[in-house]
């Protein structure tokens, strides 16, 4: 049991960091959606459990590409949503643990991505199915390293 908490109390760590205040909260969220994708849905309720306060945009699919274009996400990296959290993108289904990681380590990228739609990733959790799947770090060139492994 310690072995599965003690991820979580990490993550959380993380998240909130040392901050002055004890009532410091994770950084919020900022996420770009349409507005019948559940699964979108489902990834802000997993960023809202981590702790994230996530304002969400329902737009239509030309201004998502817009977003997603804009932000330097090439195609292949595309899922059915977007977010920012201070200064990184977030490209679908990436786990809030690794966004953690994320702005503790600070790396000089544009974000993370979790192209398609993997199941069993945060927003795809609908039963016992998962598939393995890699969370990519999106460097400011464009191209992509493994950041984490699911």
Known sequence: MLR???PSF????????????????????ELWKSPSCGCCSGWKKHMQRA????????VTQDVLSRIKRQAGLSEDLH???TAKIGAYMI??????????????????????????????SPGMDFGPEK????????????????????
Not at 110 to 119: D, E, R, S, T
């Open 4 to 6: 599965i908490l003690l």
């Open 10 to 29: 990490l993550a959380t760590l993380l998240l909130v960091g040392t901050p002055a205040n004890s009532e410091q909260k994770p950084a919020p969220v």
């Open 51 to 58: 702790g994230h306060e996530v304002n969400a945009h329902n």
């Open 79 to 81: 899922s059915c949503h």
């Open 91 to 120: 490209e679908g289904h990436v786990p809030a643990e690794d966004i953690a990681r994320l702005l503790l380590e600070r790396p000089d990228a544009i974000g993370l991505a979790v192209p398609n739609m993997p199941m069993g």
């Open 131 to 150: 598939e393995p799947y890699e969370v990519l770090l999106v460097k400011k060139d464009g191209s992509t390293a493994v950041f984490a492994k699911h």
